[in-house]
């Protein structure tokens, strides 16, 4: 089961090409996703089942490399859960069941053997609620890498300092690096949280509602962010927000009850929905 | 091999090690009832099952063994001593909850500064706080210090003079001691279930005219049944397996508890009078572990009995007067029986605080003169009597207790927490156990230690260490769990969502955030260790206090005395009263202190979050 070498250490450096050519350079390759595609995530006939209870109906989506994925819909409808399948932090839930394929870097993720820590190593997830660790900031940084095997300080270092560079804090961090991460403010640590998302090299981000508990500050900064970041990793996000999703957002999609009811270009869905259903949820939620 | 499949054999050996953590409980419960079987097996033979048990005659210079008269005096001596502690404990918990004020408002408009500042200052304590403090501390004061007070103070103090044939020791003074000594069980236990029940019983009473009296007692104190009859049977549970206080005041002779003066002798103070002198092998140490077992079914059959309390009758009362609209309201005007019950609430809340500083009062007037450096610290080269080998002692139980049940505790409370599905069959049956394990009298503990793990290691620090480990490890799965409950799911969530391992999370981001539950744990167990006597007598020795020296007391493979061990020598060879006072103190000092570190703690912590 040769799934995963440990060597995959720093490999985030550089944009995106450089990587590549890493990759090329190198044949064994850091792990086994392959992320040379065009789409980042690949969603087949996807349902999702809590005991009981449906949850995801048949969904097919495909997110392409680099953008931004907006995924709307009122309460209940099931984006918590789906944002949840595509790095299979849903495995935790008792009574789970998913039936379908989730395709990711040229790999279904719920075939057996796949090893869910290189899984969740590419798609790196953040919360609605900040939730840094009550260690440093440092600390807070250094735990995935750490988890993958890197104890080198100096290796260490350099990956908090481009991993919060990245989430454009180090300015504001670099002197409180040994600070508890707990006296930043919410948005601050809700950016901690990306940052510390990104150190360990994700190809992909998750964020279910990430700024539903922030103030507009401090939501514009994430939305900054997001803009920045997609230049490396494809962003992935649940948003109750309207305007974000329409501001930020390259593609949009709109659930109900369950089901995908839309999927398409964020400007398309917006000014032109092709659903009655996506129409009434807009423009409610606009006007 | 791969690092996904070392990490799959790393999480799934961890599970295994748990687990094993978590079933130690049901092997201790079993190894206990088994060896003591096995022991008790000749003299039940010999004896006769039923000659022992309903034979009225102990004299073990003839053989002759039967201890009904001594399981009548733990009967009786528990009812009463339930009857008087559980009335003022209940009290006292529903004056703390209801009546008891946040601060004290006094005023003080004089010219004097200092009184001035002192008024202000007094003004500023939590009356709460205190109040729970001096509960906890009542709870933390080792037997051998309430066997003490009762003897001099209760018993010499006043009793004498009641008591027609100038004795005062015997079935009254039994009972008042062991009251005050379940209290504090009682009171906190009665204090949680008044405090879990909804405030909208409370408000609802109020609103629809109840006075504060009539709501508490009417509505809100019959919502909380069943916690307080939980909070009762654990008393009565407590009051069963206490033995070093009792054997002080109770007189030590097999009589039929026929009158409050006469003199009597529980299950409990007889094995623990006699084990000392006990043949190994012997048909007498056989008859007492018989009566060891005994004592087990007993305590087994009252701790199991918790279970049975039916949870639906919580309640049920309170809310259906809250429910009944119009005609079926409950309302009279202003009942007269409320108003004298929150009367019976302060009174009771008084003779518990007055308790606690008569005991305080009564050590630190004795003890203080008789503490010195020598006496303290003086080692062998000092001619006097010197706590210095206790010291090490008690030291040495501490640290091997906890290296050894510190692993085993947090690993029980990982799996309970971490692994086990909530409310599944096999975490129940291992709560029940954890459960039964921490209801087991200390002299019951002794006796299985004197089985196994004297007969391992000889009577040494070493035995007395792996006795307590089975003693405090309930205290420390419990705590320890309670504050992994605590630990945010966001936690978790976040560092599985990094790719970390579940074993991983648990070791670097669970536990450290379940530090401080885990250092109360350990503050606690300390407490438990240094106020244990009963487990300790047999299994860590109990040293003349001529014999005991430093030299014999750095080596743990010998026999040692702990401090309280040493404070039952004192009294019990009745030469150094002096000594046993300023040991008490010691004892008390250390109590306090680490009631102190908990408070801490946890205030650290809820202020925290
Ligand atoms: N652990 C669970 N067990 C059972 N049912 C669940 C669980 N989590 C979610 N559900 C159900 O699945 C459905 C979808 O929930 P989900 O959290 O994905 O919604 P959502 O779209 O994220 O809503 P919101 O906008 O409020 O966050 C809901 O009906 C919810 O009740
Ligand atoms: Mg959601």
Not at chain 2, 87 to 113: E, Q
Request: aromatic share 10%; with cysteine.
């Amino acid at each position: 089961m040769n799934i995963f070498k440990k060597k995959e250490a720093a490999q985030t450096e550089g944009t995106a090409e450089e990587s590549k050519q890493k990759k090329e350079k190198k044949p064994v390759t850091l792990d086994i996703f392959d992320f040379s595609g065009d789409n980042a995530i690949t969603v087949r006939d996807l349902d999702l089942f809590y005991g009981e209870f449906q949850a995801l109906k048949k969904i097919n989506m495909e997110m392409p490399k680099y953008q931004i994925t907006a995924m709307i819909g009122p309460s209940g409808c099931g984006k918590s859960t789906l944002i949840k399948t595509l790095n299979r932090m849903n495995d935790l839930v008792e009574g789970c069941r998913v039936v379908g394929e989730i395709i990711i870097g040229g790999l279904n993720i719920y075939d057996r053997g796949v090893d869910l820590s290189a899984l969740r190593k590419n798609v790196g997830m953040v919360f609605q609620k900040p939730n840094p660790f009550p260690m440093s900031v440092y600390d807070n940084i250094a735990y995935g890498p750490r988890t993958f095997g890197i104890r080198k300080k100096g290796e260490l270092d350099e990956i908090v300092e481009r991993s919060l560079k990245q989430a454009a804090m180090w300015d504001e961090l670099k002197d409180r690096l040994n600070k508890s991460a707990l006296g930043l403010s919410g948005g601050q640590q809700q950016r901690l949280c990306i940052a510390r998302a990104l150190a360990v090299g994700p190809q992909i981000l998750l964020m279910d509602e990430p700024t539903s508990a922030l103030d507009p500050i401090s939501t514009g900064k994430i939305e900054e962010l997001c803009e920045e970041l997609k230049k490396d990793v494809t962003i992935v996000m649940v948003t109750h927000n309207m305007q974000q999703a329409a501001r930020i957002s390259d593609k949009t999609a709109f659930f109900l009850l369950g089901e995908m009811i839309e999927m398409g270009d964020t400007e398309q869905v917006f000014s032109e929905p092709k659903h009655p259903e996506t129409e009434r949820y807009i423009t409610g939620r606009f006007g | 091999m791969t690092k996904a499949s070392s990490t799959k054999v790393k999480d799934t050996s961890a599970k295994v090690l748990f687990i094993v953590c978590a079933c130690l409980s049901i092997l201790a419960v079993f190894g206990i009832i088994c060896y003591i079987l096995a022991a008790s097996i000749p003299a039940f033979r010999e004896v006769g099952f039923f000659q022992f048990l309903f034979g009225t005659r102990w004299n073990h210079n003839t053989d002759t063994y039967g201890i009904l008269a001594m399981l009548c005096s733990t009967l009786v001596v528990t009812v009463l001593a339930v009857i008087l502690g559980g009335v003022i404990g209940v009290f006292t918990a529903i004056f703390m909850v209801f009546w008891c004020p946040d601060r004290f408002h006094l005023r003080y408009s004089g010219p004097n500064k200092f009184v001035q500042k002192m008024v202000a200052w007094l003004n500023k304590i939590n009356l709460r706080t205190i109040f729970d403090q001096i509960i906890k501390l009542l709870a933390g004061i080792p037997s051998v210090i309430y066997g003490y007070f009762g003897i001099i103070v209760l018993v010499q103090g006043g009793l004498v003079y009641m008591d027609p044939n100038y004795r005062g020791y015997g079935v009254l003074a039994t009972c008042i001691v062991l009251a005050i000594m379940i209290i504090p069980t009682i009171t906190s236990l009665t204090k949680n279930a008044l405090e879990a029940v909804p405030a909208q019983y409370f408000e609802g009473a109020l609103a629809m005219g109840n006075t504060k009296a009539q709501a508490v007692f009417r509505v809100v104190f019959p919502a909380a049944r069943s916690g307080i009859i939980s909070a009762l049977i654990l008393g009565i549970g407590r009051a069963v397996g206490e033995t070093m206080a009792v054997q002080m005041v109770a007189g030590g002779m097999v009589n039929f508890p026929t009158g409050l003066f006469i003199p009597i002798c529980p299950l409990t103070v007889k094995i623990n009078m006699e084990m000392g002198e006990v043949v190994p092998g012997s048909l007498h140490e056989s008859a007492l572990m018989a009566t060891g077992f005994v004592l087990l079914v007993l305590v087994l059959i009252i701790t199991l009995s918790v279970n049975f309390v039916p949870k639906e009758f919580k309640g049920k009362k309170g809310t259906r007067v809250l429910q009944g609209g119009g005609e079926n309201v409950v309302y009279r005007k202003k009942g007269l029986i409320p108003e004298i019950l929150k009367y019976c609430g302060m009174v009771c809340a008084g003779i518990v605080v007055i308790s606690l500083a008569a005991i305080i009062l009564f050590i630190c007037i004795n003890g203080i003169p008789n503490i010195s450096w020598n006496f303290l610290f003086g080692g062998d080269g000092y001619e006097g009597h010197s706590l210095a080998p206790a010291f090490l002692t008690t030291f040495y139980v501490i640290i091997f207790t906890l290296i050894i049940a510190l692993p085993l505790g947090i690993g029980a409370a990982i799996f309970l927490n971490e692994y086990a599905k909530p409310g599944s069959k096999f975490v129940k049956v291992i709560r029940t156990f954890i459960d039964t394990l921490s209801g087991v009298p200390s002299i019951v503990f002794g006796l299985f230690g004197y089985l196994l793990f004297v007969q391992i290691f000889g009577r040494s620090v070493f035995a007395g260490a792996f006795t307590m480990v089975l003693v405090i490890l309930p205290t420390i799965i419990r705590s320890t769990e309670e504050a992994l409950r605590a630990v945010p799911m966001e936690l978790r969530e976040a560092s599985y969502g990094l790719g970390a391992s579940k074993i991983r999370t648990i070791f670097k981001v669970v536990l450290p955030s379940a530090f401080p539950g885990i250092a109360t744990a350990i503050v606690l167990s300390v407490g438990r260790i240094i106020s244990e006597s009963a487990a300790l007598i047999y299994t860590a020795g109990m040293m003349a206090v001529a014999s005991s020296s430093v030299s014999s007391a750095i080596d743990p493979t010998n026999a040692g005395s702990t401090l309280t061990v040493f404070m039952y020598s004192f009294f019990a060879e009745g030469l150094a009263y002096e000594e046993a006072y300023a040991t008490a103190f010691v004892l008390l000092v250390i109590t306090f202190v680490l009631n102190l570190i908990v408070y801490f703690i946890q205030k650290r912590v809820k202020k925290k979050r």
